[in-house]
């Protein structure tokens, strides 16, 4: 049965926007699962191609391979490690602000803090598009290897060390591209100004 207290909590969380704090740091997540949402459509289609050729795949084969492991990788394999990377950050002390007033602060705020970023709103323009792209690294990492054992699976009858190469190849272009996203929001976020 449900709670009543907890739902009415959550209710009035969502609806009376002055019981969050404005002051709680910014979870990259949410900041980096819609960019990778909408680019889900163009990296099946570049990695499909890129697999059917490869892995001398059918491109239906292909694409089945390639939709399969991205929308794992999206919906598990990035959420998750992003979580892991939480849970580093605040077991190793970076739950809190350390201040960026020199360039070591800067470089931890957006590194060791990166997928929680601690709120320094007059340097959100740039720490966000940094940390955007630091996140990108472990992402590329969780996806290769969420993606490499879903087409292991599909692909049985293929060397494993041959999906292995190419999945991370695949990777690392579409990797690239994504890095078009944090980039595209440091020149907006700066245009503005």
Not at 12 to 30: E, S
Not at 52 to 63: D, H, Q, V
Not at 171 to 188: D, E, K, S
Request: aromatic share 12%; net charge positive; with cysteine.
């Amino acid at each position: 049965m449900h709670n009543p207290k907890k739902i009415t909590l959550a209710f009035l969380a969502l609806v009376v926007p002055g019981v969050a704090c404005a002051n709680a740091g910014v979870p990259m997540l949410f900041l980096a699962m819609p960019a990778f949402l909408i680019s889900l459509i163009p990296i099946i289609a570049i990695e499909t191609l890129y697999l059917a050729k490869g892995l001398e795949l059918p491109i239906s084969r292909s694409l089945k391979t390639v939709s399969i492991s991205n929308v794992a990788s999206t919906i598990v394999g990035i959420p998750l490690a992003w979580f892991f990377l939480v849970v580093i950050q605040l077991v190793t002390g970076g739950g809190g602000a350390h201040g960026i007033d020199s360039v070591a602060g800067k470089v931890l705020a957006v590194t060791w803090q990166a997928p929680w970023l601690i709120p320094y709103e007059e340097d959100l323009n740039w720490m966000i598009p940094i940390a955007g792209l630091v996140l990108l690294i472990p992402f590329f990492f969780a996806s290769w290897w969420s993606e490499y054992f879903v087409s292991k699976k599909i692909n049985r009858t293929l060397p494993s060390i041959n999906i292995k190469r190419k999945v991370r190849n695949a990777n690392l272009i579409t990797y690239a591209l994504l890095a078009v996203w944090p980039v595209g929001f440091w020149v907006l976020s700066n245009a503005t100004k």
